[in-house]
């Protein structure tokens, strides 16, 4: 199949390995990546902080750029959520009803990264080999947004030489929650030590998710404290097929 | 008096007051202890019942219903309850509401009055303003009476001193109650709350409750509690003033079959709560000679212009939200400046107040959807915090100060930069020069200034990688190397 | 200063404004979506009445309710029993109870008549009940024959209750369909003796209502 690559504007900036990951896997099982130069963001953060008529020309932006796209992946269920939640009702907020039933035809088609192996491709066992302790971070958008469920762990599952801890509390946020980290630094960082508590509790060397967002929170403060504890994106584990570098 | 809404709450903005919270670990503590057990029951309760979700949606139904039709319920209650014998008032304001229940007690000339827990008299402040006028007020709920003689505010809807434990509790007991011996088992300070209290069920004359739910059909009030001390207040005085939100109103009697299903078990985590009352209007053997309905508006009915936030009204007050709410766990209720803390608080505050007040408050959330997964009327809480945060940029959007201020220039700038790849592409190179000037040598950030510093009080930030994703894609497709498997060689060659 | 009937016209007009409710609305609008509701819950009982027996047996003790399960004939012996058992003597009773209930040896006091002070001075009451409900072990009690007022079943210290099995529905929605044609009488429900849990969250048993309860449940 032709999958088109949303990379997010975060992980674009901050995470390429997160995205040349998402490649591997996806051309390691036969498919064709493409990835439009065109893309930027799904507009999440202006319109979660409250720029909501600013988020519009960015939603519309991604419906152009994907419109006749086969399929598209995104190896973050924070924007697929975004565009899951809210992209129809940004349309109706501007009373855009061309906008609306371009989301409306489009989004059938949007897939998180772990969602798209399970549910549309059929695949758990990826061929990954990943010989480390992990934990997962159940990420809020991936349970209750997108009800992910169990696709992340039957995925780290089926990677040979990994170790999958269970963590305290998996349910609970890591306090990230974009702009809220920032206008509410103390609430956050005081959620973070809690999540952070949790996953070194598991005595896991790497910490795993679905979203970098959460993962760049919590590796934020193993960092501060100096733990030699890893953060990886699932699609780097899963594109693994010796170990970390 | 022109006390108006909760006057007697600060308004300090959320993460001012949260601070100050999270500095106190003994207040942390029993927060995250107490709602810890409520939802381990509730989630054991919640899961037994196979249809609970059929019984969120009729529920969520029901209020919504209600809430269209509020006009029409509310004058068929007040026809049904004046046909049972009670009366019913109408109160714009807190204002309004308070001169009417003075009015009331003045007219029976009592001294006292006995008060089951109703967070709508906290709302209008009703305590402080009787005081004012010579009557003393008794909250017989344990947790009520234990914020009252504390000099204390409530944190929690349905357990208003879970941020106390028991030597706090005792100590208040000690010194309030006079009772020096006294112990620090839960037990003995019950016995000590129902010592206390007995003389006064038996002696006073005027009860003033809240409600539960107001049933249209038949003009029937409904109260849910556990202690009894409800019921005490419901049938022994000779005068009971239930002062009421008027969003509460249900259609029918047998919607209750739902909400007594959905409250309980999300509210205490129990099957059935220990008491429900059920009443209409005055029986000539059974319970007080008289009986009073105060409506009150309080900013309640211009919320539902708002076709979006509306479902705020929907609100059952069972607190779930507040015991899973992450940001809850960690501050507790003190720090959203409000009789409604949490979650449901954070929507409710700021609209009750037009927008004019609490305006920080639907950014205390990390909109994680905790809260609206258990909402047992399905409140989309995290949808309607968005909202709020839209008319809040519009509000500060029209001002001057707003439109120059960090986060409206800099949402702008981003705004501007998404709109086109070739603009992020460049903002993205522009970063890479920028971050030279933080980042350490170890490669990561530990120190940003201004709005940012929040970040790395306690977090370090990754430097940007020499190379984004799409310069890396660009180069690929220049050594024309799509083929299967490159993107792993190129991998792990890194 | 503006008066009452100035705030409920004002009220109702700020709520059919914000609404935007026209002058001519649909009549039957309001009804037609009620009825639309949709009500995909459990309403009735899949249990034989053994299962239910039991089922509400295991709930009341769950609440720490005493429970015994007897004979229509053996009512009295039972309630001496349990009323002996818990050192109780003088008991309210409401009007209407069957006096064939009522076992020698101990003082039953008529008390619909008597106020809080007097009920405040007795061992117990003792009461039937309208309906039971197996799934949430609650009994519902109304102003009616054999139960008498709210304040009964308030004030004394020890409630002995009998619940006979005919009246155990099994959900809450049966219970509703059952009180429907009385609901406008006075109306209280009980699961368990009163309790609170407001202290760092232990529930405690008998805060003001009865501190001990005991229900005889009848069945052949």
């Known amino acids: ?245 | ?494 | 200063m503006a008066s009452e009937s100035d705030a409920r016209t004002a009220i109702l007009s700020s709520i059919r404004g914000a609404l935007r409710v026209s002058a001519e609305r649909e009549p039957n609008a309001r009804e037609t979506e009620y009825a639309a509701v949709s009500r995909e819950y459990k309403q009735s009982s899949t249990k034989s009445t053994e299962e239910l027996l039991e089922l509400f047996t295991h709930r009341l003790a769950e609440y720490d309710s005493g429970v015994m399960r007897v004979a229509p004939a053996q009512i009295p012996d039972a309630i001496a029993e349990l009323l002996r058992a818990r050192g109780r003597a003088s008991i309210a009773i409401p009007e209407g109870l069957p006096a064939e209930w009522l076992p020698a040896g101990f003082q039953f006091v008529q008390a619909s008549a008597l106020d809080a002070h007097q009920l405040d001075k007795l061992d117990g009451v003792l009461t039937g009940c309208t309906v039971a409900i197996a799934e949430t072990g609650s009994v519902v009690l109304q102003n009616a024959p054999s139960q008498g007022p709210r304040k009964l079943s308030l004030v004394p210290d020890y409630h002995l209750c009998i619940v006979f099995a005919l009246q155990i529905v099994e959900t809450v929605p049966e219970c509703f369909t059952r009180l429907d044609a009385t609901s406008n009488l006075p109306t209280t429900f009980f699961s368990g003796p009163s309790a609170t849990a407001d202290i760092e969250m232990t529930r405690i048993k008998g805060v003001h209502g009865p501190r001990f309860l005991d229900v005889l449940i009848v069945a052949e």
């Open chain 2, 1 to 494: 008096m022109n006390a108006p809404y909760g006057s007697h709450w600060a308004d300090r903005s959320f993460p001012e007051a949260a601070k100050e919270l999270l500095a106190d670990s003994q207040v942390r503590r029993n927060v995250r202890h107490a709602t810890d057990v409520i939802q381990a029951k509730r989630n054991r309760v919640v899961g037994e019942l196979p249809d609970w979700e059929a019984l969120r949606e009729a529920g969520s139904a029901i209020r919504a219903h209600a809430l269209e039709h509020l006009d029409e319920y509310l004058v068929e209650f007040e026809r049904n309850c004046t046909r049972a014998g009670g009366t019913v008032h109408w109160a714009r304001n807190a204002a309004e509401a308070n001169r009417i229940i003075l009015e009331l007690i003045q007219l029976h000339e009592a001294k006292e009055v006995i008060k089951i827990k109703t967070m709508t008299s906290e709302e209008i402040g009703l305590n402080r303003n009787l005081e004012a006028n010579g009557i003393r007020p008794h909250e017989t709920d344990l947790a009520e009476l234990i914020v009252q003689l504390g000099h204390d505010k409530p944190s929690h809807f349905v357990v208003p001193a879970l941020h106390k434990n028991r030597q706090q509790v005792r100590e208040i007991f000690q010194r309030e109650m006079h009772l020096p011996e006294l112990g620090d088992k839960p037990e003995d300070l019950c016995a000590a709350a129902r010592t206390y209290l007995r003389e006064k069920y038996l002696r006073i004359k005027v009860a003033v409750s809240g409600a539960n739910f107001l049933v249209a059909e038949n003009g029937a009030v409904c109260i849910v509690e556990s202690e009894g001390n409800g019921r005490m207040c419901l049938t022994l005085p000779d005068v009971l003033i239930s002062l009421v939100g008027i969003e509460k109103v249900i259609p029918r009697f047998r919607d209750l079959e739902v909400f007594l299903q959905t409250l309980p078990r999300s509210a205490t985590g129990e099957r059935m709560n220990p008491y429900n009352s059920i009443w209409t209007g005055v029986h000539e053997t059974d319970g007080p000679k008289e009986f009073h309905v105060v409506l009150l508006d309080n900013g309640r009915s211009p919320i539902l212009s708002d076709a979006e936030s509306r479902q705020t009204l929907k609100c059952i007050r069972c607190a779930a939200c507040l015991n899973v709410c992450p940001v809850y766990h960690q501050t507790g209720g003190h720090a959203y400046e409000s009789v409604y803390p949490g979650p449901i608080g954070a929507i409710l505050t700021p609209q009750l107040h037009s927008m004019d007040r609490g305006r920080t408050l639907p950014y205390a959330s990390s909109l994680c959807g905790a809260c609206y997964e258990v909402c047992p009327v399905k409140i989309n809480i995290p949808e309607v915090l968005i909202h709020l945060r839209g008319k809040v940029v519009e509000q500060d959007q029209r001002t001057l100060g707003g439109k120059l201020g960090v986060w409206n220039i800099g949402m702008q700038a981003a705004g501007f930069v998404m709109g086109s790849a070739g603009r992020f592409t460049l903002a993205q190179h522009m970063g890479h020069l920028a971050q030279k000037l933080f980042v350490s040598k170890s490669g990561f950030i530990e120190r940003l200034p201004f709005m940012l510093s929040g970040w790395t009080q306690t977090r370090d930030l990754k430097a940007l990688p020499a190379q984004s994703f799409r310069d890396w894609w660009a180069h690929r497709e220049l050594n024309g190397s799509t083929k299967n498997g490159a993107a792993r060689e190129d991998r792990d060659g890194q």
């Open chain 1, 1 to 245: 199949m032709r999958i088109s690559l949303f990379i997010t504007c975060y992980n674009d900036t901050l995470f390429p390995e997160t995205g040349k990951a998402v490649v591997c896997v996806l051309e390691r099982l036969g498919h064709t990546v493409e990835f439009r130069k065109e893309q930027t963001c799904c507009g999440q953060m202006h319109w979660n902080t409250g720029y909501l008529k600013e988020a519009v020309p960015i939603i519309r932006h991604f419906v152009d750029v994907y419109r006749d796209a086969e399929l598209v992946v995104a190896p973050s269920s924070s924007c697929v959520s975004m565009m899951r939640d809210h992209y129809l009702k940004a349309a109706e907020m501007v009373g855009d009803a061309k906008l609306a039933a371009d989301v409306e035809a489009l989004l059938p088609r949007v897939y998180e990264f772990t969602e798209l192996l399970v549910k549309k491709l059929g695949v758990e066992d990826v061929g990954a080999t990943f010989p480390h302790k992990v934990t997962l971070h159940t990420s809020c958008h991936s349970q209750r947004s997108l009800h992910l469920g169990d696709i992340p762990v039957r995925l780290l599952n089926k990677v040979r030489a990994l170790e999958l801890l269970p963590i305290e509390n998996p349910q609970e946020c890591c306090g990230f929650g974009g702009t809220f980290s920032i206008k509410n630094a103390d609430v956050s960082s005081a959620m973070l030590a809690e999540k952070v508590r949790t996953v070194l509790n598991t005595r896991a060397e790497v910490c795993t998710a679905v979203d970098n967002s959460c993962l760049m929170h919590i590796y934020g403060s193993l960092h501060r404290q100096r733990t030699l504890v890893r953060t990886a994106h699932i699609a780097e584990i899963l594109a693994s097929t010796g170990g970390m570098q």
